[in-house]
Structure formats: C-alpha cells, structure tokens
C-alpha cells in the first residue's frame, strides 16, 4: 500500500466502534497496511481521508480492462518485482494475431482456430485470452470489416492494431461494445487517439520510440483524462525490450505515475520456437500482454504452462475441492480412496485409480493445498480430519461398506483412525502408482 500502519491510522475517526469488523482502529489500520482489508470497510471515514488513502492505496501498476463481460481480461494491478516478495496479480494475457489482409473465409477460420486453443491441466482450463487484428492493409474499411468478422466469431476480446485513426474509428464503430483494446497512439496522433479512447470508453496503448517519450506521451494521455492505459516502449528486440519491461516495472514500483500502467509486447521471431522463447522471456519479465503470430497448439501449450507456474501465489498451493469424486462410474462395493486436495496428489491418485480399471471413490481432505506427507507432518491430516470428512462428505451413503484405503506412507494412523471414525482401515501402497495392483490384490467385494 505503501503507507505504514499509524500513517493510516492518522486518518481513522479513533472511535473503535467495531463497524469494520476489527476490534480497535489501530488493528484495522494495520490489516489494511497489510493488504488484509481496505480502507472503504470503515464506514465513518472522512471524506478526505477517503480520498487521501484511496490514491495511497493505488497499485503502483494501474488495473485495465480489456474486453466486457464474460471475455474481460483484467492486466495490471501490480504491487512487486518478484513474486515471492508478496504475488503477481493477473497472468499475462496472450494474444494472436489475425491480419485484416486475409479473406473473410480465412479470417473466420483462423479465428476458430484461436477459439480451440483450450487446454487442461490439473483439471483446470487455460486458454489463450485475446485476438488482436492487424490493420496490415492499410484501408480504414477492409480493418473494420475484419474486427467485425472477429468480434463476432472470437470467444476472446479483441486488440485492434492500427497507427491510423480513421482505420481505428471505424473498427470502433462496430467493436466498440466489446471494449477492445487500442493499440496504435504515438507522438504523432496521441490526441486524436485518446479522443477516440475516450469517446468510445475503451483502453489505449500508447507506443513511444524510447522510455523517455514513452512516460512523455503517458503523461500527456492521462492530462487529456484516459485512465486505462497501456504502455508500449516500442522495442521489438529481445534484449531491448527486457530491459525496457524491467524498467518499466522498478519505475512504477517507485511512484513514478507516468509508468505506472501495464505493458504491452509483440513477439516478431520469424521462427516458431525462438518466437516462443521470446515470448516467454516476456512472459517472466511483467509483460500485461503478449502479442504473437501463431495457432499451433504446441507453442501455445508452453507457453500458458510457463504463465501457469509464474502467476500461481507462491504462499497458496494449487488445490482441489473437497467433496467425494467419481472415477470410471463406481457404485456401492467399489473401494474409497483417501488422500489430500493438493492439485498434483489429487491428479496423480485419479489417474493411478483409472489406470487400475477398477472403478473407485476418492476424497481428497481439505489439507489447504498440501501433499500428503507435508499435511501430516503439519497436523493438517490427521485421524480426526479424515474422520470429520469421512461423515460430512456423504460417502457413507454411496457405498454398503465400510472400508476406506488410506496413503501407505501413513499407515501410523490406521489404528487411531478406524477408532474415530468406525470405518475398517486399508494400508494402501506408498505410491500411487502401486494402486492397479494393490486393489486387485487386496480389495475383494
């Protein structure tokens, strides 16, 4: 936040009177230094010191959103240089090009193709996240033709990439409700781009041929009274512009308003892998957006797998829900697997329970994400938890039996745990790459 505990304490009317859900002012002064709460919880705040801690509170990388409803993408809002310092907010969001000098049919088809980019992993959905169209024809009216044909058959908001404004003005006219992004406003046309930014509500990326024009346009952008901007340094190598996001990033980190907006990146390697390469190294280094030329399915894999293991918070593991799953349709004699809701343990029990073709249950205990020898060592995964999930998740009432097989690694619960919950305890294998042969030996219905 930037403000220390008794800074914001200063500003709260010292009445403890408890509305904020804290006990005293002084604690909640200090859950809001700490990110733990806001200032807007205490409803007796002044309305200057509403005003003062609200533009204290800002991140020093402003929020934008690009795209409405159900395909906003929301870049920006953030508050470190490295990730374990505290988190990365939003995961860079990654667009592919769609240029408006291709046919109407091609340009439906690539679309889609961008549409299919969809993967799963650990039973989570990760896609690409926009579509940027190319005014590479320079015409005003075959760009607009194109953006429409985009909008209206991309599952993904759209970037509109042009340098003219009468190309950008007529995409708006039939995009404009989508809230694309504008990508195209420089020294020479900054005011008649933001002119159409803010008469059509959408956010602008502003290029500058250097970071020092670049904070300059910035600067001028927000005067004329747009909020929701991007930054484009204008490099395009490698090097250049990691040194330029870095930059970027320690200087919004310091209060530097003129910087302190999210960026925008265009990958321009003409081969397929260093495009990817490229792309990463963008990725890593605090890019909003990514913009690249390709719907293979492969550099796109690796890619949101990077971004994946980047915009995880480092103190919060990847973790399942704990409820009762099915596998392979089991029914009442089929066996109940225990084990926690870590994301990787979970996945690994599942596929290990599939692969054994022996249709099974398996409940995964709320241990806040942890695996199972990290849970128990913890006092996360104990007799007592598995008991209390065994009787709430209603497992009881999918099964005629009363056995339940538990991690080999912790067969030093068995005893306690068959007393607490009055279920007949398995030992199961070590690893659960052992179940296929461990079940067909020792489950017998």
Same mark, same amino acid.
């Given at each position: 936040?930037?403000?220390?505990g008794?800074?914001?304490?200063?500003?709260?009317?010292?009445?403890?009177c /408890?509305?904020?859900?804290?006990?005293t002012?002084?604690?909640? &002064?200090?859950?809001?230094?700490?990110?733990?709460?806001?200032?807007? /919880?205490?409803?007796?705040?002044?309305?200057?010191?509403?005003?003062?801690? !609200?533009s =204290?509170?800002?991140?020093?990388?402003?929020?934008?959103?690009?795209?409405?409803?159900?395909? *906003?993408?929301?870049?920006g809002?953030?508050?470190v240089?490295?990730r374990?310092?505290?988190?990365?907010?939003n995961?860079?969001a990654?667009?592919v090009?769609?240029c408006?000098?291709?046919?109407n049919?091609?340009?439906?088809?690539?679309?889609?193709?961008?549409?299919?980019?969809?993967?799963?992993?650990?039973?989570?959905?990760?896609?690409?996240?926009?579509?940027?169209?190319?005014?590479?024809?320079?015409?005003p009216?075959?760009?607009?033709?194109?953006?429409?044909?985009?909008?209206?058959?991309?599952?993904?908001?759209?970037?509109?990439?042009?340098?003219?404004?009468? &190309?950008?003005?007529?995409?708006?006219?039939?995009?404009?409700?989508?809230?694309?992004?504008v990508?195209?406003?420089?020294?020479?046309?900054?005011?008649a781009?933001t002119?159409?930014?803010?008469?059509?509500?959408?956010?602008?990326?502003?290029?500058?041929?250097?970071l020092?024009?670049? &904070?300059? %346009?910035?600067?001028?952008?927000?005067a004329?009274?747009?909020?929701?901007i991007v930054?484009?340094?204008?490099?395009?190598?490698?090097?250049?512009?990691?040194?330029?996001?870095?930059?970027?990033?320690?200087?919004?980190?310091?209060?530097?308003?003129? %910087?302190?907006y999210?960026?925008?990146?265009?990958?321009?390697?003409?081969d397929? %892998?260093q495009a990817?390469? *490229?792309?990463?190294?963008?990725v =890593?280094?605090?890019?909003?957006?990514?913009?690249?030329?390709?719907?293979?399915?492969?550099?796109?894999? =690796?890619?949101?797998?990077?971004?994946?293991?980047?915009?995880?918070?480092? *103190?919060?593991?990847?973790?399942?829900?704990?409820?009762?799953?099915?596998?392979?349709?089991?029914?009442?004699?089929?066996?109940?697997?225990?084990?926690?809701?870590?994301?990787?343990?979970?996945?690994?029990?599942?596929?290990?329970?599939? &692969?054994? /073709?022996?249709?099974?249950?398996?409940?995964?205990?709320?241990?806040d994400g942890?695996?199972?020898?990290?849970?128990?060592?913890?006092?996360?995964?104990?007799?007592?938890?598995?008991?209390?999930?065994?009787?709430s998740?209603?497992?009881?009432?999918?099964?005629?039996?009363?056995?339940?097989?538990?991690? !080999?690694?912790?067969?030093?619960?068995?005893?306690?745990?068959?007393e607490?919950?009055?279920?007949e305890?398995?030992?199961g294998? /070590?690893?659960?790459?052992?179940?296929?042969?461990?079940?067909?030996?020792?489950?017998?219905?």
């Open positions: 936040m930037g403000l220390t008794l800074e914001i304490f200063k500003q709260l009317p010292k009445t403890n /408890r509305d904020c859900g804290q006990t002012c002084l604690a909640f &002064a200090m859950a809001v230094a700490t990110g733990k709460a806001v200032p807007d /919880r205490c409803p007796h705040l002044s309305e200057a010191a509403r005003d003062f801690l !609200g =204290a509170s800002a991140p020093p990388v402003m929020p934008v959103k690009i795209g409405a409803g159900s395909k *906003q993408v929301e870049i809002n953030e508050s240089l490295f374990h310092d505290k988190r990365f907010e995961p860079t990654i667009a090009t769609v408006d000098t291709l046919s049919g091609e340009i439906a088809a690539r679309v889609e193709r961008i549409n299919g980019l969809v993967f799963e992993r650990v039973g989570q959905v990760y896609k690409v996240d926009l579509v940027a169209v190319v005014n590479s024809s320079g015409n009216g075959r760009f607009a033709e194109a953006a429409k044909i985009a909008a209206e058959r991309a599952e993904f908001a759209l970037i509109l990439v042009s340098e003219d404004p009468a &190309a950008i003005e007529a995409a708006l006219d039939c995009t404009a409700d989508g809230r694309p992004l990508c195209g406003a420089n020294a020479a046309n900054y005011q781009m002119g159409l930014a803010g008469r059509f509500g959408v956010p602008l990326a502003v290029r500058g041929a250097n020092e024009e670049l &904070a300059s %346009l910035a600067e001028k952008v927000a004329l009274g747009l909020r929701q930054l484009d340094s204008g490099a395009r190598e490698t090097a250049k512009v990691l040194a330029d996001q870095t930059q970027i990033r320690r200087q919004a980190l310091k209060k530097f308003r003129p %910087l302190g999210p960026t925008i990146t265009f990958v321009d390697h003409e397929s %892998l990817v390469l *490229q792309a990463g190294v963008y =890593a280094k605090y890019a909003g957006v990514v913009v690249l030329d390709t719907v293979e399915p492969a550099d796109l894999l =690796a890619l949101i797998t990077l971004r994946l293991n980047l915009y995880t918070d480092p *103190q919060k593991p990847p973790a399942v829900e704990s409820k009762v799953y099915e596998i392979l349709n089991p029914g009442k004699d089929s066996p109940v697997y225990i084990t926690t809701n870590f994301s990787l343990t979970y996945y690994s029990v599942a596929a290990d329970v599939e &692969a054994s /073709r022996v249709p099974g249950y398996i409940l995964p205990v709320d241990t942890t695996s199972v020898l990290t849970a128990w060592s913890a006092g996360k995964f104990t007799p007592e938890k598995i008991a209390e999930a065994l009787n998740s209603g497992i009881a009432e999918k099964v005629s039996h009363r056995r339940v097989i538990i991690p !080999g690694a912790l067969g030093v619960l068995s005893g306690r745990l068959q607490v919950s009055g279920w305890v398995l030992v294998p /070590r690893e659960s790459s052992g179940i296929p042969s461990f079940i067909k030996q020792q489950w017998k219905t």
